[in-house]
């Protein structure tokens, strides 16, 4: 992530960027996996909403995440990091804010 803010255990956390493709190759991976990686991340404890939708730029998807807390959003993010998805797409671009809600 480029931009990481402080999280606090109390307010929401939500995400926000996007997952840039840099070939064809790399949408095909994307295409491929995130339905699987979105069933999975919503069916976690804390998570409120996630999407992640190709843009209007086939390479370019919008991703918006917000969980309950930040032990949530922390439990996702190393749930994400030993996933399948996560090493298949480890190589793709991604631009993300995380902000908190106190």
């Known amino acids: 992530m480029n931009d990481r803010s402080t999280t606090s255990s ?4 939500s995400l926000s960027g996007r997952l840039i493709c840099a070939d064809d190759q790399q949408v095909a991976v994307v295409a ?10 919503r069916a976690e404890p804390g998570c409120i909403s996630f999407s992640v939708v ?4 086939p390479r370019i998807w ?10 949530a959003f922390e439990s996702h993010q190393q749930r994400v ?3 399948e998805w996560g090493r298949v797409t480890s190589g793709i671009e991604r631009d993300y804010t995380v902000r908190t809600a106190d």
Do not use: W
């Open 32 to 41: 491929r996996y995130l339905p699987r990686h979105i069933e999975l991340t």
């Open 62 to 71: 919008r991703v918006e995440e917000l969980f309950a807390n930040a032990a």
């Open 81 to 83: 990091a030993d996933s």
């Open 10 to 13: 109390h307010g929401e956390v």
């Open 54 to 57: 190709q843009s209007q730029d």
